[in-house]
C-alpha cells in the first residue's frame, strides 16, 4: 500500500495511476503484489503452519522424525506430501511477490 501511495504520478492526481500504458503495468504489479502476499499471509502460511504442527505431533505418536529415513506411517508420508505441496505453492507466490517487486524496482527507476 506504500508504495501504491507514493508512487510519482505526476500531473493528474492518483487518478493518473490508472491512464496510459506504463501505469497499467504498475497497477498489475501492485495487484500482482497484494493478491500474491495476502493470499500467502492468509492462506497458504497458515495451512503450512497448521501441517508442520500436525507433523510434529506425528512425529512423536511414532517416534521418528519427518525427515528420518523411511518407511514412515502412512499418516507420516501424507502429512509430508501435503506439506510439501503446500511450503512448494507458497513459496512459489514469495516468489512470484518477489518479481513484481523487482520488475516494478526496474519501472520506478526507469523514471528517474
Not at 506504500?2 to 501505469?23: D, F, I, K, Q, S
Not at 529415513?69 to 502412512?74: L, W
Not at 501424507?78 to 511477490?97: P, Q, V
Not at 517487486?101 to 519501472?107: P, Q, R
Request: hydrophobic content about 40%.
Amino acid at each position: 500500500m506504500v508504495l501504491a501511495l507514493t508512487y510519482p504520478r505526476g500531473r493528474g492526481g492518483p487518478a493518473a495511476l490508472y491512464r496510459g500504458g506504463e501505469n497499467k503495468l504498475v497497477v498489475s504489479l501492485f495487484a500482482t503484489m497484494f493478491i500474491t502476499a495476502v493470499a500467502n499471509r492468509a492462506w497458504l502460511g497458515p495451512a503450512t503452519t497448521r501441517c508442520m504442527r500436525e507433523r510434529k505431533h506425528q512425529e512423536t505418536r511414532d517416534g521418528k522424525k519427518s525427515y528420518d529415513a523411511g518407511p514412515h506411517s502412512t499418516e507420516m508420508e501424507r502429512l509430508n506430501k501435503k506439506f510439501s505441496a503446500l511450503h512448494g505453492a507458497s513459496s512459489l507466490l514469495n516468489l512470484f511477490t518477489f518479481i513484481a517487486i523487482v520488475w516494478y524496482g526496474f519501472v520506478l527507476g526507469a523514471r528517474l
